[in-house]
């Protein structure tokens, strides 16, 4: 990889004028606020907040400026040369006083965020200024005072107080100019003028996302998270990552008591203080009272029951009934003689581990070490398989790296934004900002995909294409860019190859001929391949839409194909970018956590890479490919016959019992393990399949460091001590390490935490060498590739050449192959699997937030409104959803969004289990399964298991 491309770097013009009576020096278009600030002159102001477009509706920062009968805001008034400013003039001043003192003659006589210090210090950024100025109410003020609105605490997280609000606007920007979500405004005029909440409606009926930037914005607690209404005191604030989505946001925890009590978003280079709801409120989870705080074996006797799986409540279920509790040294012993006993016994690989993209990168690349030095084999895996294997098996291929090229809020940079496959305001929601920013600074956006999200209501154009058709609408398009005459051809030339073999195989995939099969009228996939290929700068970002098909790696070769044709590779704006699905899938992926690759994704097979990790590690490897989940899963049925079958695993903080597709064949295989020894924070449902459980971490309970789906490396901090006897990951890796005959020493604090990163980053020092611990510890994040200590770390990539053997792109046709499973007269219909706004992967961490389960507290099925009208159904009645493998019985939900023929269900609720329907037929190249298309059938009625909050959710459901 390459050095980042500059972008056009002007250097700013300067001027000079008089504040205060002193020639100061001002960047042109700065405000005088601004530069007041630089120079630490304080001009109080409340309407106005760092990274916000500033408003000038407060006048709290005025001053006055010569020549000029009014005075001027300066939060919204531009320097100009030669001006002549008064900011601390008697006049400024006080009329800065006065605007203090009605806006505090409206407050209620007790605040909702003050300072035990000082109790006069109510109303929060208003108090604050008030005290700098020496502002005092008059009685007769606080006898004019309003006429007080009532509370609205109609929603889960946040408490809204009107009679705290003073209009200042910065919650009407948060909502609609920063994360765009269109909900909060300013109705009604003069005395009557009001913040209001869709059409007047209470918070929690409003369309609301509870992204909480609004409460993060707001000044004097008018707008508060529930937890935090009262003291703003806390033991300490302790700056981390949000343990998530792969978008990787830092945040600070606000914690007292050892408990979380709120989050902030940080500055962070991926969110620049933005966060969802998940990260802002599902923070409770971590102190949920059925975390693992102790050992658990199994009972002598008590066998494992895959079908009772099916029927488990998690809020209910006494694991007491099955397994007992135990000290650390014998479950350790237990744990690791087990796995020792089976690898003695049956051969190096009899074993299999599966490792966590939710943990840190130190544990991910320990784990995989584990596996290859101490199983003796390559059979590791995580999740990676289920959600982007496909992706990084096309783009290692086709363009050497199976990062992205592009970071997310490259976007703005961007003419045309392409979203395929992909619902990022659900599942990448910051993300999802910074192109519904870019649209709002005139860029067009066009969202392909089968279902119509909310991020179409920005599109430019939508192509709502069937499912299962990617290939024949992306090779349509890539048709028209060649029979057009729109190919760059100077970039073909230089650093692509295949180019005729592509063009030959696009000659059958007109739009005219690919209309009827994907769905888009052929005029619509001309228009976008059009504008692609003109624009300027165009990036594609997709999502596991794309990925998740026996046809998934196919998928991204036309898309690495459009690209490629069209020169929209290698610069600022334009490039390829899979939205990464769990917060460390990037970097668990990085640090070896997949069967064909050591770390930085060199293969197990290449003699020069496998001599390098046996010297380097110093025992003798395995260079066979392992086997990866699914394959493991089969292999833990085969025949005792089979020397290769997986008798025994080590899992940690994955729930492939709910994870994986067609559940009922995982979960059997589970159960069929000689030996299972599952590592986790809660019990999970594969955990209820183990032989022994360890009781680890959550995330904000330790130090560690993550790779978000940016190439950021980023550094989160512990910020509260683990319950009961729970450990960290990272120790019981190296316990478990250290029983199987592995002499492994990582001094230092968090189980070595620092030594570990040192050793991995030797291990991928052609990607992070220039990112030691010492700097991570600095400046929390930094973008890879970083090859020096002065590197600042590349966020565009492939600038001249792209890291294959012969620097060039290399270009694979695709043929349309349909999917494994197609609907038929038994089953009619296509079941689309995916995630939702409050909810993660399965819902082990997001089903125990309080706020976020509040929200949505029960599995829906969603179907267009059509469909249901033709079956005679009704939002909220029950139905039963049933494949080949398995049936649900589950709420309907409207939604006109899904196309007709199709039931989406999202795979977070252990009560309504996507995956015991789903198909395991495989993607030939990526070996991900085909979580995202197989026939179902419909029917009214059915049983489904009592969900918490029903009563709640059914007003969710219209």
């Given at each position: 990889?390459?050095a980042?491309a500059?972008?056009n770097e002007v250097t ?8 205060d009576?002193k020639k100061?020096q ?5 405000t ?5 600030k630089?120079?630490?002159l ?20 005025v001053?006055?400026?010569k ?5 001027a ?7 100009t040369?030669g001006?002549e ?18 806006l ?8 909702y ?6 109790e006069?210090l109510?109303h929060?950024e ?10 005092k ?9 309003r006429?007080q ?7 889960p997280?946040?408490a ?5 609000c003073?209009?200042?606007?910065r919650c009407?920007?948060?909502c609609?100019?920063e ?10 005029r ?5 913040i ?9 009926d409003s ?6 930037e ?7 607690g008018?707008?508060m998270p529930?937890?935090?209404?009262g ?11 949000c343990?998530f989505?792969?978008v ?7 914690v007292?008591d050892n408990k979380?009590?709120s989050?902030?978003g940080r500055d962070g280079?991926a969110n ?11 923070f409770d ?10 050992p658990l074996?199994r ?13 488990l409540?998690?809020?209910?279920a006494?694991w007491?009934a099955?397994?007992?509790e135990?000290?650390?040294e ?7 003689g087990?796995?020792?006993?089976l690898?003695d ?7 299999a581990?599966?490792g966590s993209?939710k943990?840190?990168n130190e ?7 584990l596996?290859?030095t101490?199983f003796?084999?390559?059979n ?23 990062a ?22 659900a599942?990448?929601?910051v993300?999802?900002?910074w192109?519904k920013n870019?649209v ?5 956006l066009?969202l392909?995909?089968?279902r ?5 209501r920005?599109a ?10 990617d290939?024949?609408?992306l ?6 860019v060649?029979?057009?005459?729109l190919v ?7 650093r692509?190859n295949?180019?005729e073999?592509?063009k ?10 690919m209309?009827?099969?994907?769905g888009?009228p052929?005029?619509t996939?001309r ?5 692609f290929?003109?624009?300027?700068a165009?990036m ?6 794309v ?8 998928n991204?070769?036309c898309?690495?194909?459009?690209c490629?044709?069209?020169g929209?590779?290698?610069k600022?704006?334009?490039g390829?970018?899979?939205l990464?699905g769990?917060n460390n899938?990037?970097g668990?992926?990085d ?5 064909m690759?050591f ?6 097979d290449?003699?020069?890479a ?7 590690w ?5 260079d066979?490919?392992g086997?990866t989940?699914?394959e493991?899963?089969h292999?833990a049925?085969?025949d005792?016959?089979d ?5 025994g ?9 709910m ?7 995982a ?6 393990l000689?030996?299972l ?8 449902e594969?955990a209820?399949?183990?032989?022994v459980?360890?009781p680890a971490?959550a ?14 490396v980023?550094l ?14 990272l ?11 592995l002499?492994w020493n ?11 990163y ?5 291990a991928m020092?052609?990607a ?14 930094v ?10 770390g590349?966020p565009?990539?492939?600038?001249d050449?792209?890291?294959t053997?012969d620097?060039?792109?290399r ?18 219909f296509v079941?689309?699997?995916g995630?939702q706004l ?8 997001t089903?125990?937030?309080g706020?976020?389960d ?13 469909d249901?009208?033709?079956m005679?159904?009704q ?5 039963t959803?049933?494949?080949?493998r ?10 006109d ?9 999202p795979?977070?609720y ?6 015991l329907i ?7 190249f990526?070996?991900i399964?085909?979580f995202?298309?197989c026939?179902v059938a419909?029917?009214?009625?059915g ?5 918490q909050g029903?009563?709640a959710?059914q007003?969710?459901?219209g």
């Amino acid at each position: 990889m390459n050095a980042p491309a500059k972008l056009n770097e002007v250097t700013p013009q300067t001027l000079e004028f008089t504040l205060d009576g002193k020639k100061v020096q001002a960047y042109s278009g700065e405000t005088i606020l601004s530069v007041a600030k630089r120079l630490g002159l304080e001009i109080p102001h409340l309407c106005y907040k760092d990274g916000m477009r500033p408003d000038g509706n407060c006048r709290a920062c005025v001053v006055e400026i010569k020549g000029e009968r009014t005075l001027a805001p300066s939060c919204c008034r531009s320097a100009t040369a030669g001006m002549e400013v008064q900011a601390t003039s008697e006049r400024a001043v006080k009329s800065q006083k006065m605007v203090l003192e009605m806006l505090l003659s409206d407050m209620p006589d007790r605040g909702y965020k003050w300072d035990e210090q000082d109790e006069s210090l109510q109303h929060g950024e208003l108090s604050q200024w008030a005290d700098h100025m020496r502002v005092k109410v008059r009685p007769e003020l606080k006898a004019l005072r309003r006429e007080q609105p009532a509370p609205d605490v109609s929603h889960p997280a946040m408490a809204v107080n009107l009679d705290a609000c003073i209009q200042c606007n910065r919650c009407v920007r948060a909502c609609r100019e920063e994360q765009v979500n269109d909900v909060i405004g300013y109705a009604l005029r003069g005395s009557h003028s009001e913040i209001v909440f869709d059409l007047a409606d209470p918070m929690g009926d409003s369309t609301c996302v509870a992204c909480g930037e609004c409460v993060q914005a707001c000044p004097t607690g008018a707008l508060m998270p529930k937890t935090r209404i009262g003291s703003q005191v806390v033991d300490k604030k302790v700056d981390s990552v949000c343990p998530f989505c792969g978008v990787g946001c830092l945040l600070t925890y606000n914690v007292k008591d050892n408990k979380i009590i709120s989050v902030d978003g940080r500055d962070g280079p991926a969110n620049h203080k933005r966060l969802c709801v998940k990260g802002r409120f599902g923070f409770d989870y971590a102190h949920n009272p059925q975390r693992l705080t102790q050992p658990l074996i199994r009972k002598a006797g008590v066998p494992k029951d895959p079908e009772a799986l099916n029927e488990l409540n998690r809020d209910t279920a006494d694991w007491s009934a099955v397994f007992r509790e135990a000290t650390w040294e014998e479950a350790l012993e237990l744990a690791a003689g087990g796995l020792s006993r089976l690898r003695d016994t049956h051969g190096k690989k009899a074993l299999a581990g599966f490792g966590s993209a939710k943990g840190s990168n130190e544990e991910a690349y320990l784990f995989q070490k584990l596996v290859r030095t101490g199983f003796g084999s390559n059979n590791v895996d995580h999740c990676t398989r289920l959600c982007h294997a496909s992706s990084v098996a096309a783009l290692l291929e086709g363009v050497g790296s199976g990062a992205v090229s592009n970071q997310v809020n490259d976007v703005e940079h961007s003419d045309l934004i392409v979203v395929i496959g992909s619902n990022p305001t659900a599942n990448h929601p910051v993300a999802a900002t910074w192109m519904k920013n870019a649209v709002k600074a005139g860029k067009k956006l066009v969202l392909a995909d089968p279902r119509i999200t909310d991020i179409g209501r920005h599109a430019w154009r939508t192509m709502q294409f069937k499912p299962d058709t990617d290939v024949a609408m992306l090779n349509a398009m890539i048709y028209t860019v060649i029979e057009e005459g729109l190919v760059d051809q100077n970039f073909i030339k230089k650093r692509a190859n295949n180019f005729e073999q592509l063009k030959a195989n696009v000659k059958g995939y007109s739009p005219e001929a690919m209309e009827p099969i994907c769905g888009i009228p052929a005029a619509t996939l001309r228009e976008v391949a059009r504008e692609f290929a003109k624009a300027k700068a165009a990036m594609i970002l997709w999502g596991m839409g794309v990925s998740q098909h026996v046809h998934g790696t196919d998928n991204v070769r036309c898309l690495i194909a459009l690209c490629t044709v069209t020169g929209q590779i290698g610069k600022p704006g334009s490039g390829l970018h899979p939205l990464r699905g769990q917060n460390n899938v990037q970097g668990a992926s990085d640090a070896g956590l997949i069967p064909m690759m050591f770390p930085n994704y060199q293969r197990v097979d290449n003699t020069g890479a496998h001599q390098w990790f046996e010297n380097f590690w110093g025992t003798k490897l395995d260079d066979k490919p392992g086997y990866t989940v699914v394959e493991i899963m089969h292999k833990a049925l085969a025949d005792d016959s089979d020397p290769h079958k997986i008798r025994g695993m080590y899992i940690e903080g994955e729930n492939p019992a709910m994870s994986d597709p067609d559940l009922n064949h995982a979960r059997h295989a589970l159960a069929a393990l000689e030996h299972l020894v599952v590592q986790d924070i809660f019990m999970t449902e594969t955990a209820w399949l183990a032989d022994v459980v360890l009781p680890a971490t959550a995330w904000p309970e330790k130090t560690g460091t993550v790779s978000n789906t940016d190439r950021m490396v980023q550094l989160g901090k512990q910020a509260v001590t683990p319950p009961g006897e729970a450990k960290p990951d990272l120790w019981i890796i190296q316990q478990i390490a250290r029983r199987m005959g592995l002499a492994w020493n990582y001094p230092g604090e968090h189980a070595g935490v620092a030594a570990v990163y040192e050793e991995m980053r030797q291990a991928m020092h052609a990607a992070i060498a220039g990112i030691t611990w010492e700097r991570l510890e600095r400046e929390s994040s930094v973008t890879y590739p970083c090859l020096s200590a002065d590197d600042p770390g590349q966020p565009t990539v492939f600038i001249d050449s792209f890291p294959t053997a012969d620097g060039r792109v290399r270009l694979v046709p695709a043929d349309i192959i349909p999917a494994n499973e197609r609907p038929d007269a038994q089953y009619p219909f296509v079941l689309i699997t995916g995630r939702q706004l409050e909810h993660w992967h399965t819902g082990s961490m997001t089903r125990r937030s309080g706020v976020l389960d509040a929200i949505e507290p029960m599995a829906t099925a969603s179907m267009c409104g059509a469909d249901m009208a033709e079956m005679g159904l009704q939002p909220g009645d029950v139905v039963t959803v049933a494949s080949r493998r398995g049936q649900v019985a589950i709420h309907l939900r409207r939604d006109d969004g899904t196309p007709r023929g199709a039931v989406f269900i999202p795979f977070a609720y252990y009560e309504a289990a996507a995956n015991l329907i789903t198909n395991a037929a495989l993607d030939p190249f990526g070996k991900i399964p085909e979580f995202k298309y197989c026939a179902v059938a419909i029917r009214r009625g059915g049983t489904p298991p009592a969900a918490q909050g029903f009563g709640a959710a059914q007003a969710m459901l219209g």
